[in-house]
């Protein structure tokens, strides 16, 4: 079975575009949830989205927006993009609940975005 | 908010040394710790995850702990290999996933 694909795997932009990003998850699992990962750092936790709906929402402005399909696919969305939106974004599937869960995260390679 | 803490940052073994990397959270309502290897340019893997009312978890030559009232966990990697070499996480679960920074691991031939 494939496991989480993310697309695409790198990306360059300059500052002020839109980006989206795009995953699709485990078969069978219909909870995804997004990170940003900067150089050196661990991931900082997005979105989780669990049925099409946000069912949590990390620390990050209103210029990230994501949406889950009915396929479970997902996509994040970065507008106004800054020079700090340089990272590695990963997306990551399980299962599928409401936040609180204590299902293991599977992740994709993440996409590899890179603003000029 | 929740804050965690990885030490050491890196760590470099003679193979077949056993080793334990630590994790500390601030705020002790978490509801599982999870435990990720990313090796380079890659995703997580995940390795291990406690939920609140465990106190440890193992897989072949891992093992894994946690104390919820002193806000700290450990990995246990016995018996070091080469291909253990990677930079291992630990996340915090709940509400939100809160992730250290990870401790970079080099496990030398």
């Known amino acids: 079975d494939a496991g989480v694909t993310q697309s695409p795997t790198h990306l360059i932009k300059t500052r002020g575009q839109h980006v989206t990003l795009r995953c699709s998850p485990i078969s069978g699992h219909k909870s995804v949830s997004w990170y940003q990962q900067v150089l050196g750092q661990g991931p900082q936790f997005i979105f989780q989205?669990?049925?099409?709906?946000?069912?949590g929402r990390g620390n990050f402005p209103d210029r990230f927006s994501a949406r889950q399909f009915p396929n479970y696919s997902s996509e994040l969305n970065v507008n106004a993009l800054l020079l700090g939106d340089s990272a590695l974004y990963l997306c990551?599937?399980?299962?599928?609940?409401?936040?609180?869960?204590?299902?293991?995260?599977?992740f994709g390679s993440g996409t590899q975005l890179s603003v000029l | 908010k929740q804050e965690v803490t990885q030490i050491p940052a890196a760590l470099s073994v003679p193979e077949g040394e056993n080793l334990v990397l630590n994790c500390s959270f601030t705020d002790s309502a978490i509801y599982n710790l999870q435990w990720f290897r990313q090796d380079p340019g890659k995703g997580l893997t995940s390795l291990l995850l406690?939920?609140?009312?465990?106190r440890e978890q193992t897989s072949g030559r891992l093992n894994a702990s946690l104390d919820k009232s002193s806000g700290r966990s450990t990995l246990y990697i016995a018996a070091s290999q080469p291909g253990d070499s990677a930079t291992y996480l630990c996340?915090?679960?709940?509400?939100?996933?809160?992730f250290g920074t990870g401790t970079s691991l080099t496990v030398i031939p």
């Open positions: 996340m915090a679960g709940g509400n939100q996933f809160y």
């Open positions: 406690i939920q609140s009312s465990q």
């Open positions: 989205y669990y049925e099409k709906e946000e069912r």
């Open positions: 990551a599937s399980s299962l599928g609940t409401v936040l609180p869960t204590n299902e293991k995260l599977f």
